[in-house]
């Protein structure tokens, strides 16, 4: 408490806080009691993030987070005793021993929760990346088909019991910020989430962390002793960084209209944009335009005459769909990443 204290004192000498701000903080449920949540709500913290991940105990012990289901109501019950505006909870589907049914128990456990948004993340298995994750048996994670499955019937159970798909991941309850501004064609999305705020900078504090600055993104260092070191010898601790230029900044609006929205008006990006390279969308995305009819023939989405929609079965493989444009991502080898299902 005492350095959670400090740190809320500092950053409020440090910047003037708009008293109608949202101050949003993720939780360990495992590392909490009552008192620090009610310390967390009177400095002033008004919405509060934790993740379940999966109410399955075989799941729980392969992943090393073990979370009791009564430890999980207590901390829900703790946080609307405390007065928080807005909780959160984190599922993950993909983990080793789920299946389609014992996620659908985790779905309905959570639904007895009754958070107000609830993210479902795909479960991202790179031990080439976190060696850790070598110790997770490979053969016990679910095909990309039964995940396929598992995420149509979290989208049927969470949307038949009142709570709207937001984007790829997110469910909100019907009077949600996040519902009414997908509902209003006003949702956006940063590498953080979808948000209500356009275009906001984010500054990122310590190891790791990202901030985005207007069109340059820099990430901090990641080893701590280098962090520290930095900091120390005045030096701004950035590991690496990247200035978009004019196609990033296109390609990234195309990206976010598709995630956010489900469609793209052409016109609107070439009224926004004047398509300043000196030709239309069509001639300047040709070779994507041409990689979506693909998709089209899949039924992932429909070409309209003066854009593109995406289907409701598109919506599932949305992550695929968008990254067409993303000129970076291609250039990489497929090894790198996890897959999108």
């Known amino acids: 408490m005492q350095q959670m204290d400090f740190l809320w004192n500092k950053i409020n000498r440090q910047f003037r806080l708009d008293e109608q701000a949202e101050f949003s903080i993720e939780i360990n449920p495992r590392y909490v009691d009552k008192n620090y949540i009610f310390f967390l709500k009177n400095l002033g913290f008004n919405r509060i993030s934790f993740g379940i991940q999966d109410f399955n105990t075989q ?28 909780v959160n909870v984190d599922l993950i589907y993909g983990l080793p021993y789920q299946s389609l049914a014992t996620f659908k128990n985790t779905i309905e456990k959570t639904l007895k929760l009754d958070p107000d948004r609830v993210a479902v993340f795909n479960f991202a298995y790179v031990p080439w990346m976190k060696p850790i994750q070598r110790k997770i048996p490979q053969s016990e994670l679910p095909q990309a088909s039964e995940k396929l ?26 009077n949600d ?7 209003q064609g006003q949702l956006h999305r940063n590498f953080q989430g979808y948000t209500t705020k356009p275009e906001s900078d984010l500054f990122g504090f310590g190891i790791t962390s990202i901030s985005m600055l207007h069109d340059v993104y820099v990430q901090n260092i990641k080893q701590l002793k280098s962090y520290y070191q930095a900091i120390d010898t005045g030096l701004m601790p950035i590991e690496k960084g990247v200035s978009l230029n004019r196609d990033d900044i296109l390609r990234r609006t195309v990206i976010m209209e598709l995630m956010c929205q489900f469609q793209l008006s052409i016109n609107d990006v070439e009224e926004k944009y004047h398509i300043a390279f000196d030709t239309d969308f069509n001639e300047y995305f040709a070779r994507e335009l041409s990689e979506l009819r693909l998709l089209e023939a899949d039924g992932l ?41």
């Open 59 to 86: 799941v729980q012990e392969a992943i090393n987070r073990v979370q009791p289901e009564k430890m999980l109501f207590d901390v829900m019950e703790w946080i609307r005793d405390a007065g928080f505006e807005s």
């Open 177 to 183: 910020e996040l519902t009414i501004a997908q509902q």
């Open 301 to 341: 989405i429909r070409m309209i005459p003066n854009g593109i929609e995406v289907t409701p079965s598109g919506r599932l493989l949305i992550r695929n769909i968008a990254s067409v444009f993303d000129a970076h991502t291609k250039k990489r080898k497929n090894a790198a990443f996890s897959k999108a299902i």
């Open 149 to 174: 499955e598992i995420l149509k019937m979290t989208i049927e159970e969470l949307t038949g019991n009142g709570y709207w798909f937001i984007g790829m991941d997110h469910f909100a309850k019907p």
